[in-house]
């Protein structure tokens, strides 16, 4: 999760010098290698990193100097200026710029930073960049963020997000897109009751982190409702619990609509454990999308797993379409497995 924390807990290597060059001139300057942390996590491994990179070889023996691992506490308010003064390549080809604050620390500037700021805010003479500056947690990682860039966004959404308690089971609605503190998205299938159980469930289609940008881009935009036309939901999860912090809104769409992969839905609903905890509207609303993609399998499927007994209303509608639900059960427990 990206978030820009209010406290920063800096701990510091031993002082140090390092070279750089600037027009063909090579310049030597002090500085305190630094590692910035949220300061209501642990600094536990940060102390170690200092300790561990402050040491000396000393007379045959390692000799920590003065000052490695002292902790500065400052709020996480905006700073200007940069000094770029060296790139550090790493394993597996990555590599981190070095960058010196006006304070004399020695910190790591990622290179999509470093091109924001070349693009908006720019470079002057002795490698020194320009702009106001942030530091933001970014999973596990602090890293030096540019106000105001699209990345300064996302982290002021996170931010916004990580202050937001968990939705209450009750309150979670059908066909509801759904946002977790992790960055994960989930919209919600609908509630779950394995028979001879009191205990409900919750099911889910969930996308990654990785794909929930993506996702809520287009549900912004509207075009998520056309990719839904057509293409799977993906697996479906069932949990007893959740992690969902924020709605997003709804699905209009083919609400709640009951179809999947092999790992997904036809697991749910080709084991006879399963009830689904409905209301008769969505039930409804479920039946007539299926009528209309054609899909008698996964109609037949579904209605064998509608909560006994069913509803007049949705009788009638049985009735009216020449559903027999006795043929559905008969089916769906003979070959559930030609069903997907």
Request: hydrophobic residues 35%; positive net charge; contains cysteine.
């Amino acid at each position: 999760m990206k978030y820009i924390p209010e406290q920063l807990k800096i701990v510091l290597q031993a002082p140090k010098d390092i070279s750089y060059t600037v027009l063909g001139k090579t310049l030597t300057k002090e500085v305190r290698p630094a590692f910035v942390t949220d300061a209501a996590k642990s600094q536990d491994t940060a102390l170690s990193w200092a300790q561990r990179g402050s040491q000396r070889w000393v007379v045959g023996k390692r000799v920590t100097p003065k000052g490695a691992g002292e902790i500065v506490s400052v709020p996480n308010k905006p700073f200007q200026q940069l000094q770029l003064v060296n790139l550090e390549r790493r394993e597996e080809g990555g590599r981190a710029y070095k960058v010196v604050t006006e304070e004399g620390y020695l910190v790591d500037l990622r290179e999509d930073v470093l091109f924001d700021i070349l693009m908006t805010s720019g470079a002057g003479e002795g490698g020194i960049l320009r702009g106001s500056f942030v530091w933001g947690m970014n999973g596990t990682q602090m890293r030096i963020v540019l106000v105001d860039s699209p990345l300064h966004k996302e982290f002021l959404d996170g931010t916004l997000l990580k202050g937001l308690k968990k939705i209450s089971n009750k309150d979670l609605k059908v066909g509801h897109i759904y946002v977790a503190k992790s960055g994960k998205v989930g919209i919600f299938r609908g509630r779950m009751r394995q028979k001879d159980s009191r205990k409900n469930f919750l099911a889910w289609t969930e996308y990654t982190p990785y794909l929930a940008s993506r996702v809520i881009s287009e549900f912004d935009s509207g075009e998520y409702e056309e990719r839904y036309k057509k293409d799977r939901l993906g697996n479906v999860t069932i949990t007893k619990a959740h992690s969902y912090i924020k709605e997003l809104g709804k699905v209009e769409v083919f609400p709640n609509v009951v179809h999947g992969t092999v790992d997904g839905w036809c697991q749910v609903l080709e084991s006879s454990e399963w009830v689904l905890l409905e209301d008769e509207e969505t039930i409804l609303k479920t039946l007539e999308c299926l009528q209309d993609r054609l899909r008698k399998h996964e109609l037949d499927t579904y209605v064998s797993h509608i909560p006994r007994p069913v509803s007049p209303k949705i009788l009638a509608y049985f009735e009216e379409h020449g559903i027999s639900l006795e043929a559905c059960d008969e089916k769906v427990r003979r070959s559930p497995n030609l069903l997907w």
